[in-house]
């Protein structure tokens, strides 16, 4: 069975962040990856969890450039 979708604002909240910041984020490439069904944009939970693993930091200057 597939994890439900998630909706921008269900995905902002467990990030701590906004929607306009999810938003931006898809525009420039560097969110989580989406599914757009029409005009609608929505998550797999998958993913999320997957993007927020690859973007783990053990120091402030772990940044990669981007």
């Known amino acids: ?7 921008p604002e269900e ?4 990030l701590r962040t ?3 910041k999810l938003t931006n984020d898809r525009y ?3 969110g989580p990856k989406f599914v757009k069904h ?3 944009v929505l998550y797999r939970w998958d993913d999320v969890h997957a993007w927020t693993e690859a973007n783990l930091l053990q120091r402030t200057d ?3 450039a981007v």
Request: positive net charge; hydrophobic residues 30%.
């Open 1 to 7: 069975m597939t994890a439900p979708l998630a909706t």
């Open 11 to 14: 995905v902002a909240q467990y």
């Open 18 to 20: 906004t929607t306009t």
């Open 28 to 30: 420039r490439g560097i």
């Open 38 to 40: 029409g005009r609608r």
């Open 62 to 64: 772990d940044r990669r």
